[in-house]
Nanobody
Framework: QVQLVESGGGLVQPGGSLRLSCAAS????????MGWYRQASGNQRELVAT???????NSADSVLGRFTISRDNARSTVYLQMNSLRPEDTAVYYC??????????????WGQGTQVTVSS
């Protein structure tokens, strides 16, 4: 089995910064694309940013220039640096990873979610 454990969420004032981390563990051979999605109350889950194993990134237009995704393959960890936060960034943020298991199978996994609240 695979576990994705997120950390770094919390309450921050508009204009502030937070850094989310997500560490993967378990019967992992390799991890392909990793990413972050978010879901605000009453809304569908939406893409925030993704990063391939080689470091190619893709980000939602709403976070371009403010959020930066990165990863440490040796630590099986993905990060999301969030700057210039706005109230509309308030949501539960979910980590995602596409994993190859020791059994040879591949599957997608999600973290449990971490709350980010931007408010004065």
């Amino acid at each position: 089995q695979v576990q994705l454990v997120e950390s770094g969420g919390g309450l921050v004032q508009p204009g502030g910064s937070l850094r989310l981390s997500c560490a993967a563990s378990g019967s992992i051979v390799s991890i392909g694309t990793m990413g972050w999605y978010r879901q605000a109350s009453g809304n569908q889950r939406e893409l925030v940013a993704t990063i391939t194993r080689s470091g190619n990134t893709n980000s939602a237009d709403s976070v371009l220039g403010r959020f930066t995704i990165s990863r440490d393959n040796a630590r099986s960890t993905v990060y999301l640096q969030m700057n210039s936060l706005r109230p509309e960034d308030t949501a539960v943020y979910y980590c995602y990873a596409y994993v190859t298991l020791r059994s040879g199978s591949t599957s997608s996994y999600w973290g449990q979610g971490t709350q980010v609240t931007v408010s004065s």
